[in-house]
């Protein structure tokens, strides 16, 4: 019997995996794909995701970025960048498999192609059917992303409510100096062209990822406005990108900081699963890794105590709240603002660039979004003197 078995092998699944391991628990990792496999994202992994994963590969940077460039609906633009990294880009085909191998060497054992099929929950443990074989384990961690199995046979959730968006998103090969003249060196692009989220062009080593996110329920004709969004970019930027797309990848994300149930006898979820992502920006990766790294945590504390009830177990949604999610909530009462006021909030970080460079910093994680907000109030007098002044 294990003591835990981890459902999904992003990167909440592999960092939670690595730590148990590390921790001396018996750990078993089942990851339905086989690796190096494709999930639809960006790529960006911010400094502070970086600072939990620690020492990552310098191979599996293809860019590094110092700052982003802003684009207005009417593509008037602006660029910002910090003196220091906020961000690296990555392949998730190679970032995972990295992860995942690397959580390999620390003890975990990991099974690759093999998808968890049910999850049955009985007094004294957890019996995990996959499509090959059957485990038990003491308990279970649902890292299986967005369509959680473990969610759902858990009885956790269901199925989404209002709390969930949509991505569309294209990898776009256009060689090294086709990046270098299509985004410049070391930013990102950002497009302010929907009602609930943006367009970006994130530049790898050789492509772009090229996407649309909206973070809300009602998702309107996102594929229509991801075919405007290219065509006017191609036509702007003189280059055909649209010429280019050989497939356009779809993908749902989760909306965080909301409180939702994330744990039950002998269940914790992290990452997609548990709903972690920023509400503005759609970063998830860092809070994959974040609550990834809590669960294995608090699995190592229910093992040595024996008890893996709900109400032990209680802590991780205590140490996810105090760590991040209470950060979620600020960010979502950001997003809410921002999103709700779109055009005078495009206004303010144009003429006040200051509080662009402090988002930016917030982006980077050398501030929380709670104190990003505060920051922002003292800030409004300033803000509102240039929005009339005009400068
Ligand atoms: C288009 C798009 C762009 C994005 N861009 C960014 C970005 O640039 N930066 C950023 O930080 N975030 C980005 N995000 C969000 C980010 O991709 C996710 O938040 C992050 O991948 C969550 O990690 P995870 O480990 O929780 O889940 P995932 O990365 O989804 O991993 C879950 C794993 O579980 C496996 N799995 C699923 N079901 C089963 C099963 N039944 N049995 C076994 N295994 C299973 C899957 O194969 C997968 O490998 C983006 C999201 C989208 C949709």
Known sequence: MYDVIIAGGGPAGSIAAERAARSGLDVLMLEKAVYPRHKTCGGGVTQKALDIIGGIDKGLIERETFG??????????????????????TRRA???HWLANRAGDRGAVV?????????????????VVTSENRYRSRMIIGSDGVNSTVARRSGIRTRWGADIGMCLEAEVELGET????????????????????YGWIFPKRDHISIGIGEFAPRVSDLKGSFSRFVRDVSIRKNIDIEGRINGINSYRIPVGGFDRRI???????????????????????????????????????????DDFSERFLQEYVARCEKEFNYDLKSALKFANFTYGHQNLFLKAIWRDKKLFME???TARGDVTYTEFNRWCARRSPVTLAKLIIGR
Not at 111 to 127: I, R, S, Y
Not at 287 to 301: D, H, R
Request: glycine letters at 12%; a negative charge.
């Open 68 to 89: 982003a460039r802003i684009f207005l609906p009417d593509y008037r633009n602006f660029a910002g960048m910090l003196e220091t990294r906020v961000a690296v880009m």
């Open 94 to 96: 190679n970032l995972d």
């Open 111 to 127: 099974h690759d192609g093999e998808a968890v099929k049910d999850v049955l929950f009985t007094e004294d443990c957890v019996e």
């Open 178 to 197: 086709g990046v270098d003249e299509c985004v410049g060196d070391r930013l990102v692009e950002f497009y302010f062209i929907g009602d609930r989220g």
């Open 263 to 305: 744990h039950g006898d002998r269940v914790l979820l992290t990452g997609d699963a548990a709903g972690f992502v920023d509400p503005f920006l759609g970063e998830g990766i860092y809070y994959a890794l974040k609550s990834g790294e809590i669960a294995a945590g608090v699995a190592a504390c229910a093992v040595e105590s």
């Open 359 to 361: 988002y930016m910093r």
